[in-house]
């Protein structure tokens, strides 16, 4: 039973490049979220999903994109990389608002 | 401006003592919902304990319950029995949003650490 899969799990980006991150579920889940967790401020949100289709900014979504073509794929991209962007990046899915998420293992990015 | 306050960054507790971690939060909604996640060091993120707006009662979960005093805009976790094992990083979360956009967010999150 995968759950939450977070693909890939460390990247070291220069800064300027871009990437995708992949987050699959594998438990028909509607809700689907990208966080960033950073020392001190807990996990912030940058953009989430109600459903197949759509997308919603969140807490911090400047200098991101995602996409959710599939109900069980939520993309998360970085065009132009920067150094404040480097984190931890979680993704997150739930089957309704008041049930708990599911947490991937997490993306440990490096921007230099 | 911070929605959901949890003010105390590091906390220590005496193994088989009780613990209590506090938060606050902001919101206007009526219908909304508190949870609470432990990080432990491994870094996984765990589903502890859910409370909503509307819920007449506290939520329990095992040595998990909750505090939750709604005019205050308070939910407070409540370990039991502490053990070794429940050293950890605890974030408070809350749903907001008043339409099918709703959408979860977090705490700045609270440092346990239990005392043999």
């Known amino acids: 039973n995968a759950g939450v899969t977070q693909t890939p799990k460390f990247r070291v980006l220069k800064t300027g490049q871009s990437m995708t991150l992949l987050c699959a579920q594998d438990?028909?889940?509607?809700?689907m979220y990208w966080y960033r967790q950073d020392p001190g401020m807990g996990l912030r949100l940058i953009h989430y999903?109600?459903?197949?289709?759509?997308?919603a900014k969140g807490e911090v979504p400047d200098g991101y994109n995602v996409s959710r073509l599939k109900k069980q794929n939520f993309l998360l991209g970085l065009e132009s990389a920067a150094p404040s962007q480097t984190s931890v990046y979680f993704c997150?899915?739930?089957?309704?608002?008041?049930?708990?998420?599911?947490f991937g293992d997490g993306t440990r990015l490096s921007i230099l | 401006a911070q929605k959901i306050t949890q003010t105390q960054p590091g906390m220590f507790v005496q193994e088989k003592e009780a613990v209590t971690l506090d938060c606050t939060y902001d919101?206007?909604?009526?219908?909304?919902?508190l949870f609470w996640y432990k990080q432990p060091s491994s870094g996984e993120m765990i589903f502890l304990i859910y409370?909503?707006?509307?819920?007449?009662q506290n939520a329990t979960e095992g040595r998990y319950s909750l505090n939750f005093q709604k005019a205050r805009k308070s939910a407070n976790l409540v370990i039991s029995a502490s053990q070794l094992g429940d050293s950890a990083m605890y974030f408070c979360?809350?749903?907001?949003?008043?339409?099918?956009?709703?959408?979860?967010?977090f705490g700045p999150g609270t440092s346990l650490s239990v005392i043999p």
């Open positions: 919101t206007s909604d009526q219908s909304y919902g």
């Open positions: 409370q909503g707006s509307y819920d007449e």
């Open positions: 999903s109600v459903g197949e289709g759509t997308t």
């Open positions: 438990m028909n889940h509607e809700y």
């Open positions: 997150a899915s739930s089957r309704r608002l008041n049930q708990p998420q599911h």
């Open positions: 979360a809350m749903r907001e949003g008043q339409t099918s956009y709703d959408k979860v967010i």
